[in-house]
């Protein structure tokens, strides 16, 4: 009887296999403590070679891993991902994604990649970055939005781009200006008619009524986007200077009713 009880030694041994489970218990645990074992129990959940991982279970693995602090390796991926936003390095920001660098990742003043995108009016770089995941209404340490930005250096495609991507349009109102706003001083500009193409006219005046359908619509104003509408039909149909100068006379006439409407629903 000895020695069956010396053979049923190594029939126990299986008996004690739970105990990584709670070795990832703990790992967890480590992980909401800051540990770095709870870093390795992240890499260790992603490397796994099951089908698709539901994207609840991607989303928390993200941000814990935020929580924990990339690596030096990661943190250097983050930089270059601003730089190459604020150098408008388009191949190297689509490189940078593509590898999985996160987005949303800010300098030590709060600015992502959008923001310095968004300043620099690279629509091509911004529109990339939301595909990727960016926040357009993710704030800087002075509150600035990328919304802000754009605005702030007059740049009317990247609001477009910014606004189809679901940038809130209220966030404009912290530096007081809206795309409505914005519209007014390029088109007073505009209007001046300083050395401006026929073409470079029009494509101005097309930006400015794509960024404030996108507004209108946001807004919930239908009637007012088809006003707008109708403008860009007759923008298409122009084929000289005058024909555009009344097509920007008009637009600039329902920029400043619709100002004035604004006013008065504040009131």
């Known amino acids: 009887m000895e020695g069956g009880g010396a053979a049923a030694a190594p029939d126990a041994a299986p008996e004690r296999e739970p105990e990584p489970a709670l070795g990832a218990g703990l790992a967890l645990g480590a992980a909401a403590a800051g540990a770095p074992l709870g870093y390795l129990h992240v890499l260790w959940q992603r490397e796994e070679p099951a089908g698709k991982i539901p994207a609840r279970r991607l989303r928390r693995a993200a941000r814990l891993h935020r929580r924990l602090g990339p690596t030096g390796k990661e943190t250097h991926a983050l930089k270059r991902l601003r730089e190459a936003a604020n150098s408008n390095d388009l191949d190297t920001v689509q490189q940078l994604l593509e590898d999985g660098t996160d987005p949303c990742a800010a300098d030590d003043k709060g600015r992502t990649a959008l923001h310095f995108a968004s300043c620099n ?29 754009a605005a702030c250096t007059n740049h009317v495609p990247v609001i477009t781009t910014l606004l189809r991507g679901g940038a809130r349009v209220d966030a404009l109102d912290r530096a007081g200006r809206t ?89």
């Open 121 to 149: 009016g690279n629509d091509h770089i911004v529109q990339l970055l939301l595909d990727h995941g960016a926040d357009p209404n993710q704030r800087d340490g002075l509150g600035n939005t990328p919304l802000h930005l």
């Open 179 to 267: 795309p409505l706003h914005l519209a007014k001083s390029k088109l007073n500009i505009l209007q001046e008619g300083l050395s401006h193409s026929l073409e470079a006219v029009r494509l101005e005046v097309k930006q400015i009524i794509q960024m404030l359908r996108e507004y209108l619509e946001r807004l919930g104003r239908h009637e007012q986007k088809e006003q707008l509408d109708d403008l860009c039909s007759r923008l298409q149909m122009t084929s000289t200077k005058e024909q555009v100068d009344e097509v920007t006379d008009l637009l600039a006439s329902f920029t400043s009713l619709s100002l004035q409407m604004q006013k008065m629903e504040k009131r």
